[in-house]
Structure formats: C-alpha cells, structure tokens
C-alpha cells in the first residue's frame, strides 16, 4: 500500500516557494490548481447565473456539428483524469503519495469539471442579445491561464526538483505528464480563438437571416457590416498573390526575391551581433583592456551598426538594399494584379455591367491594387523577421543569462501580440464600415457628374451638394471611430513595452548588484530589449497596414471572384462564317427565373435578307440582339449561323462577324478618327476617312476646327445625336461585318435626320444578313420579313403589305403611327403661319 508522506516533499514548507533555482513542486501544484478553481467556480458561476436569466436554447440546426469542438471536450476530459494518472503511478509505482498530490488532483479535476459544463453550456444556449461570436472571457482566461502555468514550469530548469533532467524512470513519467498537459492547454488554447463548437455568426442574425434569390439579393460588392475577420480564407488570398510575387519566367527578377531573402536573414544575424559587441565595449572599458583590443572592438560596433541602421533595420545599409532591390518585385507584382483584373471586368456578362456602380468599381480596383505594394513586403520583410526576432531573443537571454529573462520576454511579447491581434480584430470593423462610406461617397460624386445635365435639367445643384456631403459627414463618423480605436491600441502597447522593459531592466540591476552579471550585461539587455522593442512596437503598425490592405483588397477579391456567366465551351471552335444564314429554334430565355422574357421563338433570316422585329416594348425585341451577339446563353432552343451552334463556337470569332449600331451611342472620350477606328484598330487614316464617306460625314467632319482630331468628349456629349450616329455607322463600315444588327439605330433622332442615316444604313446593310429592331413602322416597310413579337412570342410575320392585309397586331400598329404623323403633320403646318404672322 502507498504511504502518505506529509503535504510536502522532504517534509518542507508551503511558504518556501523558491528553492534551488526554481519553484518548489509543492508550491507550484497547490498554486496553480487553486486560482484555476478560484477563476472558473466565481467567475464561471457569474456567467451561469447570467446564461441562466437571458439565455435561450438554441435550435438544434443552428448548433454546429463539429469534430474539433468534440476535440476541445476530449482534450479537457483528458486533463481533467491526467492528475489521477499520476496519483497510480505514485501510489503503484513509487508507492509513496503526498498531500499536495491529493489536493491537485481533486483541484485540478474540479476546475476541468467546470470549464467543460460552461463549454457545454455555451454550445447549447446563447445570450438573447449575444450579438459577438466566440467563447466568452470565462473560458478564455481559463485556458490562456491553464497554458501560461504549464509554460510557467521552465523558469525551473536548473532545478534538481523537477523532471528536466530525465535521469531516472520517474523523472521520465513526470515529464511525460507534463509534456501531454502543455500539449493538451496549447491545443485548447488555440481551438479556443477559433470556436468550432459556436455558429459562425451571431445568432440573431442566424435566426432572422431569409432565403433570397441570389441575382436579385448579392450585392455587387460586400456590405462593410460585416464582422467576419480579415483573416478568413487567408491561404486562398495569399495564393491569389504568390504566383505575382515569383516571377516566372523571368530569371532575374528570381534572382533579385533570393537575394532578398538573403539579406533578410544577414540582418537576423546583424541584429544579434551589435549588443553583444556593445557589452563588450562596456566590459573593456571597465576592465582597462588595451588600446588597440578597444579599438578594434568599437570598428566592429560601428561597422555592424552601419549595416544595421536604427535598430530596427530601416535605415540600414542592408535594409536600404533590400529595399532598393524589392522595387522591381513590387512593380511586377502590382503590374500584373491590375492587368489581370482589368480582363477579368472585360470577361464578365452583360449582367454584372448593367448593375455595376462604376465609381464604387473603380474605387475598389484602386485601393485593392495599391495595397498590395505593401502588402506582401510587410509579410515577408516584416512580420517574419519581427518573430523571429523574438525567438531568437527568447533562446539567447534563456541560455546565456537565465530563464527568468526568456520567461520575462515570452510573456511580454506573447501579450503584447495577443493584444494588438485582438484590439486590430475588433476595430476592422471600423475600417471596413469607413471604406464603404467613401465608396458610396465617391459613387455618389461619380453618378452626379456624369448625369449633370440632368441635374441642371431639374435644377437639383444644392440636391446634390447636401448628397454628397451627408455621404462625406458619414464618411468623417467612421473615419473618427478608426482613428479612436487605432489611439487605445497604441496606449495598450506602450503599457506592455513599459512593464516589461521595467520587469526586465530591475532583475538585470539586481543580479549585477549581486555579482552574478557584469555591469556590460545590464547594457547588453537594455540595448537588446530596446533593439527588440523598437521593430515590435513597429509589429502593431505593421499588423494593421496588413488588416487594412486585406481589408483593401477584400472588393478587388469579390471582383477576381466573379464568375464569367457566358463562357466559352472546352475546344471551342472558331465560327465558319459562309453565307450569313441565321435560324432561332424554339428559343426560350429569362433574365430571371420564372419570367420568361422570350417563349419557343422560332424563325430563320436567310443569307443578305433583312429581317425587321416590331412590337410593344418589353416584348423581347431587343434581348433577341443579345442573345444572337451572345450577351447570354438561351435557356432552351438552339440559336445557329450557316448550321453552326453559337453556344459551340468561340465568342470572339462569333462577334468577329457581327455588327451593331445600337439605340444609344456610346463613344469614346477620344478623337473622331480613333473612333472610327475602333471598328478595326489597324485600319489606316484613308480606309478611316472612306468609311466615314460611307456613312456620310466626312464633310461634317471637315467643317469642324479639328476635323477629324476633334475631341467627341465624356461619352461624345459634344457631336449631337445624329453625327454620334453616324459615328457608329463609320465604326460599323469599317469593321466589315457579314452580319448587321440595328436595335432602333434611329428612335431617338428627328424625322428628316432619321431619313439622312436611313440612307447610310441602306448602304452598309447592303448585300449583308440585317436584323433591324425597329419602332417606327415606316422605317421597315421594305424589309424582306417582319415579325411582330407581343410578351415574348411571333403573333404574326410576313411582308409589310401581306401584314396590313391581315387587319391584325401590324395593321393595328401601322394605323396608330400613320394617325400621330398626320397630327404631327397638321400641327407643323398651322404653326408657320402664325410664326410668319408674329415676325410681320
């Protein structure tokens, strides 16, 4: 049977804590079991009581199903039994059992006991007005305390008490105990920040979230309301960025990331070197060595400083070269991001264009490509070095003085990080909230400025003023809650650095009091710890800028990742363009699903034939030319040219052939001559000037100041409507096409500038397959089929004479606007005498 051996090994004192070079066992597992109990039966009775008057049970479909939350339970189930494993090897084994093992492991049990009913509890309920998500302070303290103890037991590593030294079978179990408690307290910890046992939202919003249709409901870019951190989907970000940060194929900019690199690990070593060799000067100068040994010693100092700069490196030879030779890298990196994305926004559908907001498009691609400048360089050059900085620190002050110093250090810079994480964490928020106030007030001044006739039309100028600045007064609230939040996360810092710094400095001063350090080592700390603070304090700065450019680049990735709606089959041919044959089979379309816009449509245009299509408007007319340029895919049917599927065929090849004009010239900020160009960018300034005969405007060109280098304007606002027309007719003619499509080329103009560009079109459509949406009736009489289209079907086709003798839809139609013109017409001509009247 095991014998009971008093509460203390050796029969020592509770009180005597520090024995040997470390904490005594006694001491420590009476201590540390007692305030984990203290902090989870007092603070964990308060969250009970407070679950237990606000808290409701949640669903069981919102509870989510994890293996790593079943993980965090059987990790704390194994703790909670570990102590009882070393009572049977003490009482079995060494058949010799103390008090203070007792009492650790009923603590020690009891408190695991309570830390896996207030897991359960938080996995089962949640606070009625719980809008954060993650476990609550209780269980984070708990755990983060539960680690720091067992990280606690290495100040006791010289210590012939304990287990380190591995020399016999017992000492050998007791390490292994511990081994599996640090293991089992860091992988609790860790699973703590992420909380796999708790909805990956707040449960309100969980509750209250509705099913919506994804095309009428996901935003064009994410709302800034969001709390999800920065950090998620990390490796998918950073793999969207490595391949531009190695260049491939190009060998010298590889060269230039390794030499980088290299340099980066040159200034590690750098770094540790400069306070060993200002230790030496001080102990030289102490000690009276000679001259030339002290002189040599301070080259080096200085030589090693020259290299390193201001002590975090950013003004050092090495870091200067570095820097210099990284530019190359980033211009590379911020070259290829933008031109990337710039086709990915060319790629995408009609779709997404027409519910673009372009300012707040062109907003986002800014700040997402100019983040990435720093981005990866303060990763790499950075955050990197800043931790391994802290490592190396830790091992050397641990070996070379004592663990006291590597244990100071650790928890240092472990809460001085843990608090920056958790501070930037919680106010991205802000930032996010601040970015979508200045995209919507930038949007805002874009849309107001390019519709300012509008404004003026409606004399809304103050309107718009009070818009924009509400958007900018909203901007400036944000903007304050970012900067007051950046404030209490710089005070929070400096207070670690301080404590620690004092921590540190007052046992270096204790033990050169007492002989046991020189007075070179109390310097070689200082200037150490400064060394290490300086780059540190710097690891705050450094984190958020990483924060902020994810937080930048957050919309760029939204745009990467918008999915091509029309895309372009596997070994996809070129389209066989012979005779311009087109054929629609049973067509079915609908912009959204359950409003089909065009049903079972069928008809054929043979090849140099015109085809008219007239009806009310929304009877699908125009979706007909977007379906045929292939703006989208039909939902149902087939739509073929000389017997080829257009959905089979490339879209660059099928685009080749066709031709529009559209209703609404859109035209280039640019000269006349690059946009006719635009047709056919390698034509010369002849074939130019021939198209624009074609479409009859050159002589209108030629009485401009600048002809053909006149300047058209934001969207060729200074050509009237006609001459943009025109404009598009030249842009047409010289590109060629087999195909033409008209979608009411001339509604919007004046009757006799209507029959001038009639004319121009006859030309290009000449001998070509035309498709022409028309409305006004009069402009298609002579069209080889019409067909009349009424909520998305053909009610009748045929020839404009054989449609007026039917008496139906067309003729019905036809008188309608014959009517209007005769009024039209009278009312023109009783106006003229009375103008006549007025000016006799």
């Not at 050159?698 to 060729?716: C, K």
Request: proline share 3%.
């Amino acid at each position: 049977m095991a014998v009971l051996g008093g509460y203390c090994e050796g029969n020592n004192s509770i009180t005597q804590a520090w024995v040997q070079q470390g904490f005594q066992p006694c001491f420590f597992f009476t201590l540390v079991p007692s305030v984990l109990l203290s902090v989870c039966l007092l603070l964990g009775a308060l969250q009970y009581a407070c679950y237990a008057r606000f808290s409701r049970a949640m669903e069981p479909k919102y509870i989510p199903r994890s293996r790593l939350y079943r993980g965090q339970v059987l990790l704390s189930l194994l703790l909670a039994l570990q102590p009882f494993g070393g009572l049977l090897w003490q009482g079995v084994g060494l058949r010799q059992l103390y008090g203070y093992m007792l009492l650790y492991a009923c603590l020690w049990a009891l408190s695991w006991g309570c830390a896996i009913a207030l897991l359960q509890l938080e996995h089962t309920r949640v606070l009625a007005h719980d809008r954060t998500r993650g476990h609550g302070t209780v269980l984070l303290l708990f755990w983060a305390l539960a680690f720091a103890a067992e990280n606690l037991t290495l100040v006791c590593w010289r210590s012939p008490l304990w287990w380190w030294a591995l020399e016999d079978t017992n000492q050998k179990v007791q390490f292994g105990f511990w081994l599996l408690r640090y293991i089992c307290t860091f992988m609790l910890f860790i699973l703590g920040m992420k909380a796999p046992g708790l909805p990956h939202k707040p449960y309100m919003l969980l509750i209250n979230e509705e099913e919506r249709d994804v095309e009428n409901s996901q935003p064009l870019l994410t709302d800034g309301s969001r709390t999800t951190s920065t950090w998620k989907d990390f490796r998918r970000k950073l793999r969207l960025l490595v391949p531009y940060m190695w260049p491939r194929g190009n060998h010298l900019l590889q060269g230039l990331v390794l030499f980088c690199m290299a340099l980066m690990g040159l200034e590690r070593a750098i770094n540790v070197f400069v306070p060993i060799y200002y230790k030496n000067i001080v102990n030289e100068l102490t000690m009276g060595a000679p001259w030339h040994t002290l002189a040599w010693t301070v080259c080096s100092y200085v030589g090693l400083k020259f290299l390193q700069g201001g002590g975090a490196g950013s003004t050092g030879f090495v870091s200067n070269m570095r820097t210099f030779l990284w530019v190359w890298v980033q211009q590379f990196t911020n070259r290829q991001v933008q031109v990337q994305l710039f086709s990915h926004l060319h790629g995408l559908s009609l779709r997404w264009h027409l519910g673009r907001r372009t300012g707040e498009v062109l907003r986002s691609v800014d700040r997402g490509t100019s983040s990435i400048n720093s981005l990866l360089s303060y990763i790499i050059f950075s955050i990197v070095p800043t931790i391994a900085d802290i490592v190396i620190s830790i091992v050397y002050f641990t070996s070379v003085f004592s663990a006291w110093f590597g244990l100071i250090i650790f928890v240092c810079m472990s809460l001085y990080l843990t608090l920056t994480i958790f501070i930037t964490e919680w106010r991205t928020k802000y930032r996010r909230d601040m970015n979508t106030r200045d995209n919507e007030a930038k949007s805002r001044a874009v849309d107001s400025l390019l519709n300012f006739e509008t404004v003026k039309y409606y004399n809304a100028e103050s309107y718009e003023v009070n818009r924009f600045n509400d958007a900018i007064v909203k901007y400036q609230v944000s903007e304050w809650k970012v900067s007051a939040s950046l404030g209490l996360l710089n005070q929070t810092q400096n207070l670690v650095i301080g404590l620690g710094l004092l921590a540190g400095s007052l046992l270096c001063a204790y033990f050169v009091t007492e002989n046991k350090l020189q007075v070179g080592d109390f310097v070689l700390f200082g200037t150490y710890i400064i060394q290490l603070y300086t780059p540190l304090n710097w690891f705050g700065t450094y984190y958020r800028m990483i924060q902020n450019s994810f937080v930048d680049m957050e919309n760029m990735f939204e745009l990467f990742h918008e999915e091509q709606e029309v895309k372009d089959v596997v070994n996809a041919s070129d389209l066989r363009l012979e005779a311009g044959q087109i054929e629609f089979e049973n067509v079915h379309f609908s912009y959204i699903d359950g409003k089909e816009i065009l049903q079972d449509v069928s008809f054929s245009v043979m090849p140099g034939q015109t085809l008219a299509l007239v009806g009310p408007s929304g009877s699908g007319k125009s979706t007909i030319i977007r379906l045929l340029f292939r703006f989208y895919d039909v939902r149902g049917g087939c739509i073929r040219i000389d017997g080829q599927d257009i959905s089979q065929v490339k879209q660059a090849s099928l685009r080749a052939h066709i031709g529009v004009v559209p209703q609404d010239t859109v035209l280039f900020n640019d000269t006349i001559t690059n946009n006719i160009r635009y047709g056919r960018i390698l034509a010369t300034d002849q074939e130019v000037q021939e198209a624009a005969r074609a479409a009859d405007i050159h002589d209108r060109i030629l009485s401009f100041p600048d002809g053909y280098n006149t300047q058209v304007g934001e969207r060729g606002l200074k050509l009237s409507g006609g001459e943009k027309q025109r404009v598009a007719i030249a842009r047409t003619i010289l590109k060629g096409p087999h195909i033409i499509l008209l979608d009411e080329a001339t509604s919007a103009l004046d009757t006799e500038t209507e029959r001038n560009i009639q004319a121009s079109l006859a030309k290009v459509c000449a001998h070509r397959t035309t498709i022409v949406v028309a409305h006004r009736l009069s402009t298609v009489v002579g069209a080889d089929q019409i067909l009349v289209l009424k909520d998305g079907h053909i009610v009748e086709r045929g020839r404009h004479e054989e449609l007026l003798q039917k008496g139906g839809v067309y003729a019905g139609m036809w008188l309608q606007q014959q009517t209007g013109d005769e009024g039209e017409s009278k009312e023109h001509h009783t106006e003229k005498p009375q103008s006549s009247k007025k000016v006799s």
